[in-house]
Structures are given as C-alpha cells and as structure tokens.
C-alpha cells in the first residue's frame, strides 16, 4: 500500500487581485500574508477574538514536520517518525509537505506581530508531528517490504495528546485494513476526531483513509466558493474548505503555493480546534456536528438535499462554528456510532442514520415499546369512557389531553426523525449566508487556471 499527497503543487506566479477579495482584509507586511485568501474570506480577525486554538493539539501524520521554521518555531512538539525512526521534528530531505500542512494549521507568522509569513487558521495550537512514507522509494519501506499502514501511527497521535488529527493524504487502496478501521475506532473512543482529504482525481471512487468509518472526510472549493473540479466526491463527503492557490510554509524554499485536498483538509483540522480550544466539554462528534450545522453553500446548492455527494454540508465556517447558539446534539454528530473500535455501526438502518445526522432520536426497540404502551392506554381509556358513559350517559373524553411530542427531532418538530433542525435564524436549514463577521464575500468576476 503506497501513501499519496492530496495536494497538487502550483508553479509560477498567480494574479494577485483574483486572490485579494472580500471586504476585511487581513492586516499583513509582505505579499506572503496577503496571498493567503482563506484568512481574508475566513475573517479570521473576528475568529482570533473567539479562540485560537490555545490548548488544542493537533496531530499532524505527514512528513516530518520543520519545527524550525520561522512561521511554526515553538508550535511544534517532537512527535515521532515511523519511517526513519526518532522524533518527526526536523524535515526528511526536501520534503515538506507536512511543513506546509502544519503551517495552515497553527502557523504563526514572524515579524512585528506575527505579520510576516505564513499564518495558520489556529495559531496557537500545537502540532504533534506523526511522520510516516508518503514517498514511492525502497528505502522508506519498513523492514518487511510492505508500505506502513497509519494504524499505529493514528494510534500513537491518539496516545499523545492529539484532540485532532489531520491526515491529508490518501492510499492505493479503496476501503481501509482491519487494523487502520480499528484505529480509527480507538480514535473515536477517546473523543478524538480524524480529518482526511478526499483525493485529486474529480472522481468518485472512494480512497483511504477519507472513505474510513468515523472519519470527517473534506473536499476542495475553490476560490469562488464552489467545488473544486478535481476534488474526489461520494457520500463519505461531509465538508468542503479551500484548497486552490493555497500558500503555505516550504523546505526547499521558505514558502509554496499548491492546490488540493491536502489544503483544505488542513483548514478543517484548524477550524476543530478552534471550535475544541472554544468549547472544551463537546465530544468530537459535537464539534464536528457544529462544524457541519454551520457550513455555508453557494446559491446553486439551496434547497438540495444534504449530504451532498461534492460539497457534503457545505464549506467550513469557523466564525459561525464558534459563535452559533445551538444544541449540542447527540456525542456522535454526524460521524456513525462505532462499536468496540470495530467498523460496524452500533445501530442498523434509522438508528444508523440519526446517529450519522447527529440526531438524538430513540432506537428502534424502544419506539416500538413507546407505541406499545401508548395503544394499551388508549385501549384501557376507552374501556373507562364507555364504562362512565353507560353509567352517567355522558359524553366526551376525560378530563386533560394528550401530550405532545418535542420539537426536538420528534414528530411534529422542525427536525423530523433523523433530520437536522433549521435554526429560527435560518429557516433554509443549512444554506446560509451570515452577514456576521467572517460571511463569505461573493465570488470574484475571473479565477485563476486550477491546476
């Protein structure tokens, strides 16, 4: 099994007004800041008030990662290299795109208050750097020949600290081993959530580990805020974020510019532990739930029926994820209930999908008990009434009425069994456009190439 990046490298230079658009521009002294449109479109000044990640490590299972770097210098802890043994620290020859990965996550910028550089959605969190083989040689092989799974690695993210792990890249195979689900299980049991890219091919072939049970699984938009034509799609598919014309911390020179999946999954990773640091108590389901609940889609996508197979609940939204008045929901949001690490959900058919909707919906057995009851007291009500009425020869029911069910979720509610409830501000459910700090700016009138 061979490891991929979902990242694709751009040369050459890119007009700086297509990257420079919306109407709060990030305060920056050299052109490296101000090519980093996410952060403008994000308004992270407006998040950055909310959280920046403090407290929160984020597992980065890449390459090594350059913990000297002038942009991640003191955010990256030692970690440790699967590959070529010792701490993941220090880059593996020129590659670096666990580098660039790290940096969107908690980049933090040089110079005179950090404005210089490259900045990460979450600056103040910690990279736990996981290095395993995403290269094609012989000798990053383990000892056995075959290609290193991202089980003990993903394993040993969960036992160090990690509260997110970013995993942008993807494998040759089309479902993941027994032992990566199982990982991804473990990872799950301790409240730990797992981002992976979708891939680079426009397809919609599935690919580990984004297809993996218990996995937020991320696409690419790009800079008009719609779908990148090259990102992998399916009903894995939960979020989209930006991944064209991305700049990010290098190796072989201070900074890249890329497009991928890679990009994006980084920026999602970023926006949990935003919303982690924010919200300590919330279950890696619930942030994840707050992740989806507050995502935005283009004016093409209202009114379809979500999840969709390319934009998933729509793009990241950090800004709204932080600061929405909203329930927290069930702990497994909208990934499934896993059971004993295994790759089964712990519930079949409507349970499943109330689990994967991050509804608190009732099981099977127990509406089916409720039912039940119900029918036996109406039948035992009616022998009452009929009993009065041929004795007294009066009418109509008792005293009192029936009780009503909740609007949570429940027949009758705004939500519906399995569904997601619109919020009262936003009576389109999930298509929203907040005019709050760090809403999406409208398109650009032209778009640089896409690869």
């Known amino acids: 099994m061979s490891f991929t990046w979902t990242l694709r490298a751009v040369g050459g230079a890119v007009v700086a007004g297509a990257l420079l658009f919306g109407t709060a521009p990030v305060a920056s002294a050299d052109q490296i800041r ?5 952060l403008t479109v994000f308004g992270v000044d407006d998040i950055w008030k909310a959280s920046t990640g403090k ?4 597992a980065v299972i890449d390459d090594p990662v350059d913990g000297s770097h002038r942009d991640l210098k003191g955010n990256v802890l030692p970690g440790k290299s699967f590959f070529t043994g010792g701490t993941a620290d220090h880059p593996y020859g020129e590659r670096e795109h666990g580098t660039a990965m790290a940096s969107l996550i908690a980049g933090h910028g040089h110079g005179p208050g950090g ?3 490259v900045k990460g959605l979450a600056p103040d969190a910690k990279i736990l750097p996981v290095g395993i083989d995403l290269g094609d040689s012989e000798e990053d092989s383990d000892s056995s020949g075959e290609r290193l799974s991202y089980a003990e690695p993903l394993k040993y993210a969960v036992d160090h600290g990690a509260r997110v792990v970013n995993m942008s890249f993807m494998t040759d195979d089309v479902e993941p081993s027994a032992a990566e689900q199982a990982a991804v299980g473990y990872a799950r049991k301790h409240d730990v959530l797992v981002v992976a890219g979708s891939g680079n091919s426009g397809v919609s072939s599935p690919r580990n580990p984004a297809v993996a049970r218990g996995i937020l699984a991320v696409g690419a938009a790009d800079i008009d805020l719609k779908v990148w034509k090259f990102s992998n799609y399916g009903s894995h598919i939960k979020l989209l974020a930006p991944g064209l014309h991305i700049r990010s911390a290098g190796v072989e020179t201070p900074y890249r510019l890329a497009n991928g999946t890679s990009d994006s999954t980084a920026y999602v990773s970023a926006a949990a532990a935003l919303v982690r640091a924010k919200f300590p108590e919330l279950t890696a389901g619930q942030v994840a739930n707050r ?5 935005v889609l283009p004016d093409s996508m209202k009114g379809k029926k979500l999840p969709d197979a390319h934009y998933g609940y729509g793009i990241v939204n950090p800004w709204q994820a932080l600061i929405k008045k909203m329930p927290a929901g069930s702990e497994n949001g909208p990934l499934p209930a896993l059971k004993d690490g295994s790759s089964k959900a712990s519930g ?3 349970d499943a999908q109330q689990a994967a909707d991050g509804d608190e919906g009732m099981s099977t057995s127990v509406i089916i008990g409720i039912a039940g009851g119900v029918v036996g007291l109406l039948v035992v009500v009616l022998i009452v009434v009929l009993v009065v009425k041929k004795k007294s020869g009066r009418n109509g029911p008792p005293p009192g009425g029936p009780v009503g069910y909740g609007s949570y979720g429940g027949p ?3 939500g519906g ?4 409830v619109p919020y009262p501000s936003n009576p389109n459910g999930y298509q929203q456009h907040p005019s709050a700090p760090g809403a999406y700016p409208p398109a650009p009138p032209t778009q640089p190439p896409g690869r």
């Open 34 to 38: 101000k090519d980093q449109w996410p």
């Open 55 to 58: 407290g929160v490590t984020v």
């Open 115 to 117: 404005g210089d550089g």
């Open 291 to 295: 992740l989806v609940k507050t995502a």
């Open 348 to 350: 079949g058919g409507k």
């Open 412 to 414: 009758g509610g705004q």
């Open 417 to 420: 069994a399995g569904g997601f």
